[in-house]
């Protein structure tokens, strides 16, 4: 999904990826203290970094690896929310 994305993006694979990763988000962001309108408004600045930061992400060998990119932005997005 990620190299789709990457390679030649389109309407379904984002739609697929915001399917697959907005709980995540928004499960991590409820672990950080932070629910309700907030949340989705972090939510929606993180998915659009996402968005404008995916070229830059360096797939890695090891598991976990997007996730971790992407919680890394989760936590920067609360922050500047805060």
Same mark, same amino acid.
């Given at each position: 999904?990620?190299?789709?994305?990457?390679?030649?993006? !389109?309407?379904?694979?984002?739609?697929? /990826? #915001?399917?697959?990763?907005t709980p995540?988000?928004?499960?991590?962001?409820? +672990?950080? @203290?932070?629910?309700?309108?907030?949340?989705? !408004?972090?939510?929606?600045?993180?998915? /659009? #970094?996402?968005?404008?930061?995916?070229?830059?992400?360096?797939?890695?060998? +090891?598991? @976990?690896?997007?996730?971790?990119?992407?919680?890394?932005?989760?936590?920067?997005?609360?922050?500047?929310?805060?």
């Open positions: 999904l990620l190299d789709r994305l990457r390679l030649s993006p !389109d309407a379904d694979a984002w739609s697929r /990826l #915001v399917a697959i990763y995540l988000i928004r499960a991590w962001l409820s +672990r950080l @203290g932070m629910a309700g309108p907030d949340a989705e !408004d972090v939510t929606q600045n993180v998915l /659009l #970094v996402l968005v404008k930061r995916l070229g830059e992400f360096e797939r890695q060998p +090891r598991p @976990g690896a997007f996730r971790r990119w992407l919680r890394t932005i989760t936590v920067n997005c609360l922050r500047d929310f805060w």
